[in-house]
């Protein structure tokens, strides 16, 4: 008589050849037949995965539940190509008896499989170990299943099913995965979960969110006001949404007590601060969110325009006139993101001596000045749209940082720069100050000694201009070798200096007086006191 366990095997492989399978038929579970190709089943698996969806099986979720991994199972092992080869030669207990390690044993291995000396549970999970216990809670089984790197995007891809979408977690796009298409789908909000959060504490500018728990009835109502919100400051404000439901502890530690909540958080405040107002008045939370904002923008009128120019020399100006009251939500943005390349004003439109100088006859219209005359600037000619005027501005931004790296400048020195420490009694290098005494003088010196500053750029010297109306001579530097003195050497921690007249007839001649002091060479003369700077300042 043949062995039990002989006899078990042979026939297997008997009723094999006649399409009968030892354990479950995959083939029949997912409704195909056994030349079915990768497509076939894949869309057949989406089809039954939706069938026996959580979501539409709430009065029955046992069964919907043992159904569901019946075809995962099936699913799993028929999408594998070398799990589906096992199979199609030895059924299910051929495949549970390869994947037990069993391979090798020959007719003693599957003996030994059959008894379970090997400690195998097959189960859901396609040939591996089972990963969910009969206990698991079935919705968060279904989730979890999806939630792998292997189904990562699965129903994004060519999916038949239009109402059936799942989301793709490490693209951040928000949804969730076995839930139906989100009403905030297929917009520029940015959906926040558990696995994004991050994203929000490493903010550099605002983000304004709408909490809530659920997409239901009333935040349906809202999803329409709150695109269009999206839609009008994506470019300034990232607009975001957050579904407390599946995190209540994450909700609870960012101190969302009630929902819907929509909390602007500031790019410089960690707080959020809570919107007060109509979920449905797209114009009120736009104001809100520009209310907020940081602002670098100065406002220009004539009689301030000068000393707006006299702003960080050396470091363009761009002006934006306008027709507005207020700054722009998008103007400020700008403000902040070049606040260390550019300096921002605004100029209304009833300041007429300005727009008659810079002949400005519509708004908006923005010029960026590079001179302290305000004489040599461009006009923006691009199309008037934010992505446009942001790039328009990152490239003069570059031009500013391509120009710095590495170069010394010519600045000014006033009395705020002086009492914090240039050239003053903390400062242990040499200052170097050509006193002026007009706006051309300084365009003249300034492109005259370029080759100066690169020569000395890594010497303990630095260079300044002071409006020779802005210092009172005479009081500080008493002992003048020449009473037309117009260069002067301060050495501010030694309270030390040395004088020349220079005529601006050579460079050279310049390079040779530096020298001279720098090597020691020259007699240096002691201050009586400080840099005495007069009240009155008298503009270049």
């Not at 909390?263 to 410089?268: G, R, T």
């Not at 006033?414 to 007009?438: A, E, I, M, Q, V």
């Not at 500053?453 to 008493?478: A, D, H, M």
């Amino acid at each position: 008589m043949l062995h039990r366990k002989t006899f078990l095997l042979i026939f297997c492989f008997i009723i094999m050849g006649m399409n009968v399978f030892c354990g479950e038929d995959y083939y029949k579970i997912l409704g195909v037949p056994r030349n079915a190709d990768e497509k076939t089943i894949k869309k057949a698996f989406k089809k039954l995965s939706l069938k026996y969806h959580p979501d539409k099986n709430k009065d029955n979720p046992d069964k919907a539940k043992e159904m569901f991994i019946k075809v995962a199972n099936a699913y799993e092992t028929l999408s594998d190509p070398e799990k589906k080869r096992i199979y199609d030669q030895l059924g299910e207990e051929g495949l549970k008896y390869q994947q037990s390690g069993g391979g090798d044993g020959g007719f003693d291995g599957y003996e030994s499989y059959r008894r379970g000396g090997g400690g195998y549970n097959f189960g859901f999970g396609g040939g591996g170990r089972n990963r969910y216990s009969d206990s698991m809670n079935f919705e968060d089984m279904f989730k979890n299943f999806f939630s792998g790197q292997r189904y990562n995007n699965f129903f994004d891809e060519d999916d038949d099913d239009s109402d059936f979408h799942y989301v793709n977690r490490r693209r951040g796009s928000g949804r969730e995965r076995g839930s139906k298409k989100s009403v905030f789908a297929d917009s520029k909000i940015y959906i926040l979960n558990s696995s994004n959060i991050h994203n929000l504490n490493i903010r550099k500018h605002s983000w304004i969110i709408l909490f809530f728990e659920g997409e239901n009835r009333e935040v349906k109502r809202y999803a329409k006001t709150w695109i269009k919100v999206a839609e009008k400051v994506s470019d300034f404000c990232t607009v975001a949404i957050f579904d407390c439901k599946p995190s209540p502890d994450l909700c609870q530690r960012m101190k969302i007590d009630e929902v819907p909540e929509i909390v602007l958080y500031h790019s410089a405040n960690n707080k959020g601060l809570t919107y007060k107002g109509d979920f449905e008045r797209i114009d009120d939370i736009i104001k809100f969110i520009s209310s907020k904002m940081e602002n670098y923008v100065k406002p220009i009128t004539k009689k301030s325009w000068d000393d707006f120019l006299h702003e960080s020399i050396g470091i363009p100006k761009v002006v934006v006139f306008t027709q507005k009251d207020t700054t722009s939500p998008f103007f400020k943005f700008l403000s902040k993101e070049f606040k260390d390349s550019l300096v921002m004003g605004e100029v209304r439109a009833n300041e007429r001596d300005l727009l008659k100088k810079f002949k400005v006859t519509s708004f908006p219209s923005i010029i960026v000045v590079h001179d302290i005359l305000g004489e040599k600037y461009e006009k923006y000619e691009g199309v008037l749209s934010n992505p446009e005027i942001l790039a328009y501005l990152k490239g003069q931004a570059q031009e500013v940082k391509g120009r710095s790296k590495g170069v010394k400048n010519l600045n000014q020195l006033d009395k705020n720069k002086y009492h914090s420490g240039s050239c003053g009694p903390r400062d242990n290098t040499y200052c170097l100050l050509f006193l002026l005494d007009s706006s051309s003088q300084y365009e003249r010196i300034s492109q005259m000694i370029k080759p100066t500053l690169q020569k000395f750029k890594t010497e303990p010297i630095n260079f300044y201009y002071i409006n020779s109306g802005e210092v009172n001579v005479p009081s500080t530097f008493t002992q003048l070798e020449n009473p037309n003195s117009n260069l002067f050497f301060v050495h501010g921690k030694k309270q030390k200096y040395a004088d020349y007249r220079w005529d601006g007839d050579s460079v050279t001649r310049l390079d040779d007086i530096i020298d001279l002091v720098l090597s020691g060479s020259s007699r240096l003369k002691k201050m009586t006191k400080e840099l005495h700077f007069n009240n009155a300042r008298e503009e270049l």
